[in-house]
């Protein structure tokens, strides 16, 4: 097994809504990322669990959680959205977080839609 | 302030043709580069990597040049194929350091018929 999952694929919460969006890797990776991609802009590091230790980019609000179960999963609560957190959220993971393997493997990503 | 740029953001190539997309870094301390493909509505695909110690690393059509006294690397594609066309982010990391990588703006390359 090669690739990277995500679920849902598609997702529309209103600002009082809480959900999370869910990763899976069976590569026994074990770093794995959370960016988010707006329209004609690169992806945006905002979460990395590598090791069980998680760095944080701290210009992501709060009301971004991620949560890591064990070394295959990892989700993402969302709570009190605003619209502009409307993205493609993408899902990576790598062999080793440091490290001349640094090759990130992205999932499908999730199309989120705040209303 | 940028750390990764890609100048150009869009590129058309003749089918056939050599394509060649650039891409220059400001810290020097980015020692592991990366390039990767992206099509619309997908998430970003890795297409080759190479590491500070050497300037040269191919695989197939693709061949990955590191220019690092110039603080500059590009990405050839030859042949380019229609499949080809799609937006190419050139990305950097330092080993050891946060495992985060840094990628530029993208390259949309339009492979022309």
């Known amino acids: 097994d090669t690739e990277v999952t995500q679920t849902p694929k598609h997702l529309v919460m209103g600002m009082t809504n809480k959900k999370s969006l869910k990763c899976e890797q069976h590569m026994g990776h074990r770093a794995m990322y959370w960016y988010k991609q707006k329209a004609k802009k690169p992806p945006e590091l905002m979460f990395v669990y590598s090791y069980e230790k998680l760095s944080i980019n701290e210009s992501v609000p709060s009301r971004f959680s991620p949560e890591c179960p064990n070394s295959s999963l990892l989700n993402l609560h969302l709570h009190a959205l605003q619209p502009e957190d409307s993205a493609l959220y993408l899902c990576?993971?790598?062999?080793?977080?440091?490290?001349?393997?640094?090759?990130?493997?992205f999932g499908p990503g999730t199309r989120l839609t705040v209303l | 302030d940028q750390q990764v740029k890609q100048n150009s953001p869009s590129l058309s190539v003749q089918e056939g043709r050599i394509s060649i997309l650039n891409c220059d870094y400001t810290?020097?301390?980015?020692?592991?580069f990366l390039w990767y493909k992206k099509y619309p509505a997908e998430g970003p695909t890795f297409l080759i990597s190479?590491?500070?110690?050497?300037d040269k690393n191919e695989d197939g059509r693709f061949t990955v040049f590191l220019n690092k006294s110039a603080k500059h690397l590009s990405l050839h594609i030859v042949p380019s194929q229609p499949g080809d066309s799609a937006v190419y982010f050139c990305?950097?990391?330092?080993?050891?350091?946060?495992?985060?990588?840094?990628f530029g703006k993208g390259t949309r390359l339009h492979i022309l018929p």
């Open positions: 190479i590491s500070s110690i050497k």
């Open positions: 990576a993971s790598s062999q080793d977080g440091a490290g001349p393997y640094n090759e990130q493997f």
């Open positions: 990305a950097a990391s330092e080993v050891n350091r946060d495992d985060k990588i840094i």
């Open positions: 810290n020097s301390m980015f020692d592991y």
